[in-house]
């Protein structure tokens, strides 16, 4: 069996410096070492992006790299969201409004995948949406509501940003009583 490798990465803002076997996906590092069980691992091929976390930032299929390329890098995943006190993300609360998740294995990865597009286009059309979640695959919910919660999600993020009250928003855009 081949030597551990030492790595120092950062996983929803916390760092660690650990030993991994060369061979161990990050998939496997987070939900295995790291405990963070959020990452599902679907398909293991890239294909169906439950896997999905922010690698420096950016959507990537957690289960086509090995823990050990990391060295240095940040990472966040779904865990990552929800604040300190429990509460919801604006994007996750934009989900269950919405009707945006059903079975909720897809979930974690098509909330990543939203976080990065919010993160760069704060108010996306649902062709936007559908661009960016294009990766990720929902055997249950037909996508409408999927689409529509990330819009939802994107006028909560841009009114809080603006000073409004994110709740009072939440339950104008999306139909939901207060």
């Known amino acids: 069996m081949p030597d551990k ?6 996983v929803n803002g916390v760092g660690h410096d650990v030993l991994v076997e060369p061979r161990m996906l990050l998939v496997d590092f987070l939900r295995d070492e790291l405990q963070l069980t ?11 992006g439950a896997c999905t976390v922010l690698l420096d930032g950016e959507t990537t299929r957690s289960c086509l790299l090995f823990a050990a390329q990391l060295d240095g890098s940040s990472v966040r995943t779904v865990e990552s969201l929800a604040r300190p006190d429990g509460s919801l993300h604006p994007i996750q609360r934009a989900f269950t409004e919405n009707h945006g998740l ?5 979930t974690p ?12 286009t704060p108010l996306p059309e649902p062709e936007d949406v559908k661009d960016a ?3 990720n695959l929902c055997r249950c919910t037909g996508y409408q509501n999927i689409v ?5 999600a994107g006028r909560v993020l841009a009114t809080a940003e603006n000073g409004s009250h994110p709740a009072s928003e939440t339950a104008e855009t999306t139909g939901a009583s207060a």
């Open 38 to 48: 959020g990452t599902h691992a679907g398909c293991e091929q890239g294909v169906c």
């Open 133 to 135: 979640l294009s990766g």
């Open 148 to 152: 529509r919660s990330v819009c939802a």
């Open 5 to 10: 490798i030492r790595i120092s990465l950062t």
């Open 102 to 106: 059903q079975c909720g294995f897809c």
């Open 109 to 120: 990865g098509m909330l990543m995948a939203a976080c990065e597009l919010l993160e760069h």
